[in-house]
Each structure stands twice: as structure tokens, then as C-alpha cells.
């Protein structure tokens, strides 16, 4: 009878910045390997810093399932009022993705729906998080996942910069207060206020974590 243990699945996280991505995948049991051309340090995980589409285009295939957080920039507001111009990376990234032949998501904010194929929106709030942060994932590679149920935003946001008021919801982007009510409502108490502002709840891709394995093991999560 062979004992030996399964083999952790390889997640390869682009883009990967100070880890929200990686981690929510960690903790759904995977074996995590970030990139991103800046340094990171406060990533938790194997990292490589490199061009996440050079890497992707030449390791790729070597992972059995691919994340990409490809810069938001040229889809935020805060960009549009600058009038700054940013790359659109959505495209290439997608087409980097399907050469590898893995299943993937690529995940980027709401504005950037023009640019995304049937994505699915998560929530903050439909796990349990005082904030909204809506995010957008499109699938691929064979890949696809059910979101849970999104609640009706009965809690107002508290504006830009103020500390949460009772009852409301944080908005924590730009120069937000509150650190470390952030930190502990996302799960994500390694990060800085940079980090932070910019991140992937872990929460959500370990809910997308989760669906990888009932579909690549046929096991329930």
C-alpha cells in the first residue's frame, strides 16, 4: 500500500504584491510561489522577483493552477481624475495564461469589467468583513467556481481617510485610518498600509481555492 502523502498542489500568484492572494490560497491547503517585479519582503511565501509574464510565458505549465492580479491602475478612479496612463495588462496576461494550458483566474477591480469575460464578483461582506471590496475574477482553462451569495450593503461606508464610524463599513484605500482594525477584519496581518489598500482579502481566494480542489481532486473542500 503506498503512504506516502499527497503532493500540495503548486499555485503560481503574478503579480503577487504582499501576499492576499497567496495566503487565502495557502490556506486552502496549496503550495504557494509568488512573482512581481518589485521586491517584496513582506511576502509570506517562495518568491520570484521577475516580469510575471516572462515567467508565467516560460514556467507556467510547470503549476497546476494560476492567479494574476495584473496592476489596476488604468481602471481605478483615483487614475481617471489624474489623467495618468497606465498599460492595459488584462489582454496579454489572459493570453499568457491560455498558452500554459492550466486552469486560472485572472482578478482585477470593478471598473475593469469592460476588459474581463463573464467575471464573477466576490464580496467582503459575504465573509463576514466590515468593508465591501468588490473584486472581479474571470476564469479559465477549464476552470470555474460558484460565488457566494452577495448581501444587500445595508452598512454606509465610511468616507476616505476618517476612522470607521458605528455602523458603517471601512473603505480602506489611499491614505485610509486604521491599520490595524484592516489588518484583523482582512486577515492580513503581515501587510502595511500600502499592501493593504491595494490587496486581495485572502478570504476570497481561498473560497476560490476550495473549488480548485473539489475540481481537480473530487474532493469536497
Known amino acids: 500500500m503506498n503512504t506516502r502523502p499527497l503532493r500540495a498542489l503548486r499555485v503560481l500568484d503574478l503579480f503577487c504584491c504582499q501576499g492576499g492572494a497567496g495566503m487565502g490560497y495557502h490556506r486552502a491547503g496549496f503550495d504557494i510561489t509568488g512573482v512581481d517585479l518589485a521586491a517584496q519582503p513582506r511576502y509570506p511565501f517562495r518568491f520570484i522577483q521577475a516580469d510575471a509574464l516572462d515567467y508565467v510565458r516560460e514556467h507556467g505549465a510547470e503549476f497546476d493552477f494560476i492567479h494574476a492580479s495584473p496592476p489596476c491602475q488604468r ?55 466590515r468593508t465591501y471590496r468588490h473584486r472581479l475574477f474571470e476564469t479559465g482553462g477549464g476552470f470555474t467556481f460558484t460565488p457566494p451569495l452577495h448581501p444587500a450593503h445595508w452598512a454606509p461606508l465610511t468616507k476616505m481617510g476618517r476612522p470607521r464610524a458605528a455602523g458603517h463599513f471601512a473603505h480602506y484605500v489611499g491614505n485610509f485610518s486604521g491599520v490595524a482594525e484592516a489588518r484583523t477584519d482582512m486577515g492580513v496581518g503581515w501587510m502595511n498600509r500600502d499592501g493593504i489598500r491595494e490587496c486581495i482579502p485572502p478570504a476570497y481566494t481561498q473560497h476560490i481555492g476550495a473549488a480548485v480542489l473539489v475540481s481537480r481532486l473530487g474532493v469536497a473542500a
Not at 497606465?86 to 483566474?105: K, M, Q, S, Y
Request: glycine share 6%; net charge neutral; charged share 25%.
Open 75 to 129: 481602471y481605478s478612479r483615483t487614475q481617471k481624475i489624474q489623467h495618468r496612463e497606465h498599460p492595459d495588462l488584462i489582454a496579454p496576461t489572459r493570453a499568457a495564461l491560455e498558452a500554459t494550458g492550466r486552469p486560472w483566474v485572472i482578478e482585477n477591480v470593478e471598473e475593469a469589467a469592460r476588459e474581463l469575460r463573464g467575471p464573477v464578483t466576490l464580496c467582503a461582506a459575504a465573509f463576514g468583513m
